[in-house]
């Protein structure tokens, strides 16, 4: 089994178990449920560094990238640097990560939040909504087109941008609609975890000018960010670079400025 399967498996579990705990309702009556979103879609388009800075404790590739920072000063820390916006990890079994991250995010920072998480329910929207995240991701690999379709659709309606990543021409192709705000390319093959380069330049001819082009995954020189903004990507995805230094934020700030040069 890959570890994409395992992963799934395990989230519907737990979404399950959530589901029984804190009924759509609830979700629906917090405090963050009304607030207006900010677009990350828009914020992209209108940058020229681009980049999406990620908290990241640990991955299934990686173990341990960093557990000693807090997510209040990271958080601070990408804002003071002038990212674009912010990705929370929210799975906890696999990443470290938990909502109450994205609650101390959003309290922390006006940055556009995306919660990154392994959406396989409707539910997990509402979540995102309720704990204050701005954008969602879906992941093409995972789901139908029709779940996609019903997804960003659900995201849409509670004012959420949805980013929408895929790894090859087939994912791509089965997931383009109008209910997206970004395609992003994930230069990491989920199955072995090796990381590329070359997906996001072959796949950038075959999405669409309307919508956002963001590459994530394995991005950690000025080099590649030039390279790939000549393959029209406006966004780019950066967690383990930043994460893995003694101050996420500072470490953020140094490649901003280098690469506005």
């Given at each position: 089994m890959?570890?994409?399967?395992?992963?799934?498996?395990?989230?519907?579990?737990?979404?399950?178990?959530?589901?029984?705990?804190?009924?759509?309702?609830?979700l629906?009556?917090?405090?963050?449920?009304?607030?207006?979103?900010?677009s990350?879609?828009?914020?992209?388009?209108?940058s020229?560094?681009?980049?999406?800075?990620?908290h990241?404790?640990?991955?299934?590739?990686?173990a341990?990238?960093?557990?000693?920072?807090?997510?209040?000063?990271v958080?601070?820390?990408?804002?003071?640097?002038?990212?674009?916006?912010?990705?929370v990890l929210t799975?906890?079994?696999y990443?470290?990560?938990?909502?109450?991250d994205?609650?101390?995010?959003?309290?922390?920072?006006?940055?556009p939040?995306?919660?990154?998480?392994f959406?396989?329910?409707?539910y997990?929207?509402?979540?995102?909504?309720?704990?204050?995240?701005?954008v969602?991701?879906?992941?093409?690999?995972?789901?139908t087109?029709?779940?996609?379709?019903?997804?960003?659709?659900?995201?849409k309606?509670?004012n959420?941008?949805?980013?929408?990543?895929?790894?090859?021409?087939?994912?791509?192709?089965?997931?383009?609609?109008?209910?997206?705000?970004?395609?992003?390319?994930?230069?990491?093959?989920?199955k072995?975890?090796?990381?590329?380069?070359?997906?996001?330049?072959?796949?950038?001819?075959?999405?669409?000018?309307?919508?956002?082009?963001?590459?994530?995954?394995?991005?950690?020189?000025?080099?590649?960010?030039?390279?790939?903004?000549?393959y029209?990507?406006?966004?780019?995805?950066?967690?383990e670079?930043?994460?893995k230094t003694?101050?996420?934020?500072?470490?953020?700030?140094?490649?901003?400025?280098?690469?506005?040069i």
């Amino acid at each position: 089994m890959d570890i994409l399967t395992k992963i799934v498996n395990d989230k519907r579990i737990e979404v399950k178990l959530r589901k029984q705990l804190i009924p759509v309702s609830q979700l629906e009556r917090s405090v963050l449920f009304e607030r207006e979103t900010i677009s990350l879609a828009k914020k992209l388009k209108e940058s020229n560094t681009g980049i999406i800075a990620e908290h990241k404790r640990r991955s299934p590739s990686k173990a341990v990238i960093n557990q000693s920072f807090n997510v209040f000063d990271v958080a601070k820390g990408y804002e003071a640097a002038g990212v674009c916006g912010m990705s929370v990890l929210t799975d906890a079994k696999y990443f470290g990560g938990s909502l109450d991250d994205l609650l101390t995010a959003r309290a922390s920072c006006n940055l556009p939040l995306l919660r990154k998480e392994f959406i396989i329910d409707g539910y997990q929207i509402i979540e995102a909504k309720a704990y204050g995240a701005d954008v969602i991701l879906l992941i093409a690999a995972l789901l139908t087109r029709e779940e996609i379709k019903q997804f960003s659709e659900l995201a849409k309606s509670l004012n959420l941008d949805v980013l929408l990543e895929v790894h090859n021409e087939e994912e791509l192709n089965k997931s383009i609609m109008p209910s997206l705000d970004m395609l992003g390319v994930n230069n990491r093959n989920l199955k072995t975890f090796e990381v590329s380069l070359e997906t996001s330049k072959r796949l950038s001819t075959l999405i669409p000018n309307d919508f956002i082009k963001v590459s994530e995954s394995g991005i950690s020189s000025i080099e590649a960010i030039k390279t790939l903004q000549h393959y029209d990507y406006k966004g780019f995805l950066i967690g383990e670079h930043f994460m893995k230094t003694g101050h996420a934020g500072k470490s953020a700030q140094e490649f901003i400025e280098k690469l506005k040069i």
